[in-house]
């Protein structure tokens, strides 16, 4: 008696599953998606280094403003009146502690006298500019009057009249 051949589970070879291994699509796909994650990141992390800068930097050139107004509001109308038309301030007197700062920023300062107020009142305009680090040019303006009297006694004097 021949008994017939047949393929039984048994009589297979076995591959146990911890012997299986990952195809090279799923390895290639794997490797492109990890390396899209990872680009993603850095695109994010540059993007958000780029933010801080030009915070930094809108923070910085607001200081600088705020600063020369000051050293302009204490001064005299002689002092005033006596400063040339367009001038651009020294910002190493500002920055007196850091020269790589002062450096970066440029600070113009217009003083011109105001129509109808000659002699009495003046526009004061302060633009200071700076590059950022894509080197584009970024710019901030500050304008005040500054009145011969000072402002209340313009209003309450020559203002009334």
Known sequence: MIFPMTTTPASLPCRRRS?????IIEVTMTTFIM???MSTSI???MSGFKSIDVARNLTLSSQVLQSEMERL???SWTEIASLSP???VDLGTVFT?????AARFTLVRQIGDVSGKVGEMKQ?????SWTNATG???SRQFTTYYAKDGLYDYYYTLARS
């Not at 004061?124 to 200071?128: D, F, R």
Request: proline share 0%; net charge positive; glycine share 4%.
């Open 86 to 88: 367009t001038e651009t």
């Open 136 to 138: 584009r040019s970024l």
């Open 35 to 37: 390396a899209m994650a």
């Open 73 to 75: 509001r204490l001064m």
């Open 43 to 45: 695109l994010t992390l």
């Open 124 to 128: 004061i305009t302060l633009a200071v």
């Open 19 to 23: 012997q299986r291994g990952f195809t």
């Open 97 to 101: 502690s850091d020269s790589q700062l």
